[in-house]
DNA sequence: GTCTATAAGTAGATAGAC
DNA sequence: GTCTATCTACTTATAGAC
């Protein structure tokens, strides 16, 4: 006769497998985007998750497959929702505030990848493993520059702006923003003011459309960002 | 009786020292704009200028002295061109069209020592031997603080200028956008467009005049920047 | 799923010959 | 001023026990 079913051993220390995943992911895109990608070491991101590293390699192949499963959705996110936000049936102008305030939310919200997107972007440039990265920043600076060659043509914006500089400025503006927004860059103030999104998205918003509206139009308002999903 | 004095001996190959060190200063830099001061090592810097990484420490103690002597004068003359601008006694919107001007000029004109100022920034303020390049940048930020808040109180700009976000926005959009006019950021151009400084300074003083200036005055000149050394 | 142990390579830096 | 030779520490990654 067999014994009664004993009582399943307590495992509070037995950990899942995709739990541990997700908490290296979370140590690595901390420490990348603090640090670096290079300057960070499987040894540093074992240790955050209190094992050691040579067990990290049951749970990613590489070091490199660490970073791709980070930085992979959001850049193909940004991608496709610049492409979305371009393609809607609105005017220049409405479409280019959705984009903006769309990628402010969700470089904060994600603020950790997208800053590793951008600070590595030399790197992902000489890789063919992340290739795909850099294509999908190819494609939203070409989305941006649909909206703001529609809005020129329709007299929405200035008819000399300068696309190629005014967007990878916009680009950069926004992406460098939302490292900052959440690093609190080193920068020199006294008082540690907090923004919120809103304020982040008017004051944005403002700085670009004062920039390259047309002349006149300096004091229409501005639009409400469109749906776009 | 002494020889004649002999003619000096053939020392094609002898390399004083003051040139071999700018020779790797100077490796050392492009290497450190381009990949990073951490990626980039020792060894790399000895092989371009065809020496053995041990000889390389005749000419520097430390890897992190390299460093130093590439950004410490590049960052305190930032410091310096800002704070002399600042007191400059003409009025706030020359002093910011003089400053904006003579940033530009000197990011690209040393490009690869501001671009690594600005890309190690968050090494720098982790670092003893290098926290007076965060000082630096910080009393940069606070010149740039007197003249908007002297420009909104003369009411040349608008009043409600939020200080902080338009001054980080600012610096970073400069100090990126140096590095972008010499490196071409991999971005998603199929014909490179080159910029003189003159088209990138009025870009660069055209987006943020109109974003700051008081209602009712997008229509007058730029100023003319003044002198100031 | 994590451990122990270690391979194979590279890092920054040093000592002393020439 | 550069070389040879090397040290110590640390890197990514692997093999196999538990």
């Known amino acids: 006769m067999s014994e009664p079913t004993p009582a399943p051993p307590a495992r509070r220390t037995r950990i899942a497998a995709q739990d541990r995943r997700d908490l290296i992911l979370a140590a690595a ?33 590489t070091k490199e497959d660490i970073l791709d499963a980070i930085v992979r959705q959001p850049a193909l996110d940004q991608r496709d929702r610049a492409l979305r936000i ?22 904060t919200e994600r603020q950790e990848a997208y800053a590793i997107i951008f600070a590595e972007r030399k790197f992902f440039r000489r890789s063919d493993q992340f290739h795909f990265v850099t294509l999908a920043r190819r494609d939203a ?24 500089l005014t967007i ?6 926004l992406n460098t923003g939302a490292d900052w927004y959440r690093n609190e860059d080193g920068s020199p103030i006294d008082v540690m003011k907090s923004y919120s999104l809103e304020e ?3 004051f944005y918003k ?15 308002p501005m639009p409400q960002a469109a749906a776009f999903d």
Chains 1, 2 share one sequence.
Request: hydrophobic share 50%; proline share 2%; no cysteine.
């Open 168 to 173: 990878s400025t916009i680009m950069r503006m």
């Open 86 to 107: 371009a393609a809607l049936p609105v005017d220049a102008e409405t479409r280019a505030v959705t984009l903006l305030e769309a990628d402010l939310v969700a470089f």
């Open 200 to 202: 982040l998205g008017n």
């Open 141 to 164: 600076f070409e989305a941006w520059r649909t909206i703001l060659r529609d809005g020129a043509e329709a007299g929405q914006f200035r008819a000399d702006v300068d696309l190629y």
């Open 206 to 220: 403002g700085f670009v459309l004062s920039s390259i509206r047309a002349p006149g139009r300096a004091g229409e």
């Open 29 to 61: 895109a901390r420490r990348f985007a603090e640090f670096g990608f290079e300057a960070t070491t499987v040894r540093q991101l074992a240790d955050d998750v209190n094992i050691l590293s040579g067990s990290l390699y049951h749970h990613f192949a």
